[in-house]
């Protein structure tokens, strides 16, 4: 099963994400953590993900890039992938990342974790709705996470946007 879970910046979408997660996939559990710990504030985030999780029976793994060249001991019940805009932000502007051929690289690797598990649920970003110009790379990049969450929702058995707090529904089911 693939969940996808979206939302804004403190929406709430992480605990939204393990508390699914955790009741999809009540066994063994993997946290695939992107982000990069450059600075203080992803360094308190990163913390503050890891006490939100913790007791919930998840193994980490610190995989900011590469995911379709990870090694994997064994399968898992369920994936936890925190988060998607982080991933494709390493991707593309990482010196080993996958540059150009980001989104590509990034589906490949959902669907390598994806054949070791049984429910994968991915978090991301709702960025969109400012209505702001950026400067070209970040709208390249905006587009490219745009991309990759369109592409995701299609595959998804559920999608779900994190609002205030609050977990709604937005496709239940693969033929919603």
Request: with cysteine.
């Amino acid at each position: 099963m693939l969940l996808l879970i979206t939302g804004g910046a403190a929406s709430g979408k992480s605990a939204h994400a393990e508390r699914l997660l955790c009741s999809a996939a009540p066994g063994d559990k993997l946290y695939l953590a992107t982000m990069e710990p450059f600075g203080e504030a992803a360094q308190n985030r990163i913390a503050r993900h890891r006490a939100l999780r913790a007791g919930k029976g998840f193994h980490t793994a610190e995989r900011p890039l590469g995911l379709e060249d990870m090694a994997f001991e064994k399968s898992y019940d369920g994936v936890l992938l925190e988060d998607l805009g982080n991933l494709l932000a390493n991707e593309m502007f990482a010196p080993n990342g996958a540059g150009d051929r980001a989104e590509a690289a990034i589906l490949r690797g959902i669907d390598h974790v994806r054949a070791h598990c049984d429910t994968l649920a991915i978090v991301t970003d709702e960025i969109f709705s400012d209505g702001l110009a950026y400067p070209a790379e970040t709208m390249r990049y905006m587009h490219l996470l745009a991309r990759l969450n369109a592409a995701l929702a299609r595959r998804a058995d559920a999608v779900y946007e994190s609002v205030c707090g609050i977990l709604l529904p937005i496709k239940e089911g693969k033929d919603t």
